[in-house]
Protein backbone atom coordinates (compact mmCIF):
# COMPACT_ATOMS: atom_id res chain seq x y z
CA UNK A 1 0.00 0.00 0.00
CA UNK A 2 1.59 3.32 -1.06
CA UNK A 3 1.07 6.17 1.99
CA UNK A 4 1.11 9.66 2.35
CA UNK A 5 3.51 12.31 3.76
CA UNK A 6 2.58 16.27 3.16
CA UNK A 7 2.68 18.89 4.88
CA UNK A 8 1.68 22.43 3.98
CA UNK A 9 2.15 25.47 6.14
CA UNK A 10 1.99 29.46 5.94
CA UNK A 11 3.64 31.34 8.57
CA UNK A 12 6.09 33.77 9.21
CA UNK A 13 9.42 33.18 9.92
CA UNK A 14 10.75 33.14 13.77
CA UNK A 15 14.37 34.08 12.76
CA UNK A 16 16.71 34.49 9.36
CA UNK A 17 17.11 31.39 7.37
CA UNK A 18 20.87 29.66 8.26
CA UNK A 19 22.50 28.20 5.25
CA UNK A 20 25.49 25.81 5.47
CA UNK A 21 26.81 23.17 3.26
CA UNK A 22 27.20 19.26 4.37
CA UNK A 23 30.63 17.71 4.14
CA UNK A 24 29.37 16.29 0.73
CA UNK A 25 29.03 19.89 -0.59
CA UNK A 26 25.20 20.01 -0.50
CA UNK A 27 23.55 23.79 0.76
CA UNK A 28 21.10 23.32 3.00
CA UNK A 29 18.93 26.10 4.71
CA UNK A 30 17.22 26.21 8.34
CA UNK A 31 14.80 27.99 9.22
CA UNK A 32 11.39 28.31 11.82
CA UNK A 33 8.26 29.30 10.87
CA UNK A 34 5.02 30.24 13.05
CA UNK A 35 1.78 29.81 12.41
CA UNK A 36 -1.22 31.10 14.86
CA UNK A 37 -4.20 29.29 16.38
CA UNK A 38 -6.57 32.24 17.32
CA UNK A 39 -9.97 30.74 18.78
CA UNK A 40 -12.42 32.62 21.18
CA UNK A 41 -12.49 30.92 25.19
CA UNK A 42 -15.98 30.45 27.22
CA UNK A 43 -16.29 33.67 27.84
CA UNK A 44 -15.91 35.03 24.10
CA UNK A 45 -12.36 36.82 24.50
CA UNK A 46 -10.24 35.96 21.66
CA UNK A 47 -7.00 33.98 22.48
CA UNK A 48 -4.22 33.01 20.40
CA UNK A 49 -1.39 30.38 20.86
CA UNK A 50 1.94 30.30 18.12
CA UNK A 51 3.52 26.64 17.05
CA UNK A 52 7.11 26.86 15.84
CA UNK A 53 7.70 24.49 12.59
CA UNK A 54 11.29 23.67 11.80
CA UNK A 55 11.92 23.77 8.18
CA UNK A 56 14.75 22.07 6.05
CA UNK A 57 15.68 23.60 2.33
CA UNK A 58 18.21 22.17 -0.02
CA UNK A 59 19.91 23.05 -2.66
CA UNK A 60 19.19 25.79 -5.12
CA UNK A 61 16.04 25.67 -2.63
CA UNK A 62 18.28 26.35 0.42
CA UNK A 63 19.97 29.26 -1.66
CA UNK A 64 16.65 31.16 -2.40
CA UNK A 65 15.26 31.07 0.76
CA UNK A 66 18.58 32.34 2.09
CA UNK A 67 18.32 35.39 -0.16
CA UNK A 68 14.78 36.59 -0.15
CA UNK A 69 13.15 35.30 3.15
CA UNK A 70 14.05 37.40 6.42
CA UNK A 71 13.05 37.25 10.37
CA UNK A 72 9.22 38.29 9.75
CA UNK A 73 8.58 36.91 6.14
CA UNK A 74 5.21 35.57 5.47
CA UNK A 75 5.77 32.18 3.74
CA UNK A 76 3.77 29.44 2.34
CA UNK A 77 4.88 26.13 2.59
CA UNK A 78 4.73 22.32 1.20
CA UNK A 79 6.87 19.24 2.48
CA UNK A 80 7.28 16.38 4.04
CA UNK A 81 7.37 15.32 7.83
CA UNK A 82 10.78 14.16 8.62
CA UNK A 83 11.34 12.57 12.24
CA UNK A 84 15.48 12.32 13.11
CA UNK A 85 17.65 11.56 16.54
CA UNK A 86 20.81 12.08 17.43
CA UNK A 87 23.03 11.70 20.90
CA UNK A 88 24.79 14.43 22.09
CA UNK A 89 27.96 14.80 24.05
CA UNK A 90 26.72 13.75 27.23
CA UNK A 91 25.08 10.63 25.38
CA UNK A 92 21.69 12.27 25.79
CA UNK A 93 19.13 11.17 23.14
CA UNK A 94 17.26 14.22 21.08
CA UNK A 95 14.34 13.89 18.81
CA UNK A 96 13.62 16.24 16.13
CA UNK A 97 10.44 16.53 13.90
CA UNK A 98 11.21 18.72 10.67
CA UNK A 99 9.64 19.61 7.38
CA UNK A 100 11.55 18.82 4.35
CA UNK A 101 10.48 21.73 1.95
CA UNK A 102 9.64 21.00 -1.56
CA UNK A 103 7.84 24.20 -2.57
CA UNK A 104 8.08 27.83 -1.50
CA UNK A 105 5.65 30.22 -2.26
CA UNK A 106 7.25 33.99 -0.64
CA UNK A 107 4.25 35.65 -0.09
CA UNK A 108 3.83 39.49 -0.71
CA UNK A 109 0.58 41.70 0.23
CA UNK A 110 0.00 45.25 -1.68
CA UNK A 111 -2.34 47.47 0.04
CA UNK A 112 -4.57 49.31 -1.90
CA UNK A 113 -8.29 51.48 -0.98
CA UNK A 114 -9.81 47.92 -1.72
CA UNK A 115 -7.58 46.20 1.28
CA UNK A 116 -4.84 43.78 0.96
CA UNK A 117 -4.23 41.88 -1.91
CA UNK A 118 -1.87 38.88 -1.20
CA UNK A 119 0.07 37.77 -4.01
CA UNK A 120 2.78 34.26 -4.02
CA UNK A 121 5.98 33.95 -5.42
CA UNK A 122 7.27 30.10 -6.15
CA UNK A 123 10.48 28.84 -5.68
CA UNK A 124 10.43 25.24 -5.71
CA UNK A 125 13.12 22.34 -6.18
CA UNK A 126 13.04 18.51 -6.38
CA UNK A 127 14.06 16.92 -3.41
CA UNK A 128 16.07 14.21 -3.39
CA UNK A 129 15.70 11.46 -0.79
Known amino acids: ???????????????DPELRATKTGK?????????NNVWK????????????????????????C?????????????GRIHNRNYEDKEKNRHFLTEITA????FIQTKHNKQGDQVMLQEEEEAVAA
Open 66 to 78: EKYLKKGSPVYIE
Open 27 to 35: NVANFAIAT
Open 102 to 105: EKVH
Open 41 to 64: NDEGEQQSTADFHRIIAWQGLADQ
Open 1 to 15: MRSVNKVILMGNLAA
